[in-house]
């Protein structure tokens, strides 16, 4: 009988990140990122599974690279 192996997963598999990670990108605190992330005026998408909240990498990095590069109102 084979064992069929689990492939790891790579960053680029994983779609969401956590508070933390959050934290991390952004150079903030934890709490700060909570309080961020569960704020009515939070610019990206947040999921909340149970206790955790999940931030999808796509809607994160679509806010994060909009500050970096906002658009001219010309």
């Known amino acids: 009988m084979n064992a069929e192996t689990v492939p790891e997963e790579t960053?680029?598999?994983i779609k969401f990140y956590t508070?933390?990670?959050?934290?991390?990108?952004?150079?903030?605190g934890k709490s700060l990122a909570?309080?961020?992330?569960?704020?009515?005026?939070?610019?990206?998408t947040v999921l909340k599974l149970g206790k955790?909240?999940?931030i999808p990498k796509n809607s994160?990095?679509?806010?994060?690279?909009?500050l970096a590069?906002?658009?001219?109102?010309?």
Do not use: H, L
């Open 60 to 66: 994160f990095y679509q806010w994060y690279d909009e």
């Open 11 to 13: 960053e680029a598999d």
């Open 34 to 44: 909570y309080q961020f992330v569960t704020s009515d005026k939070c610019p990206f």
């Open 69 to 74: 590069n906002p658009k001219s109102s010309k």
């Open 52 to 54: 955790r909240y999940c």
């Open 19 to 28: 508070v933390q990670e959050i934290a991390d990108i952004m150079g903030i």
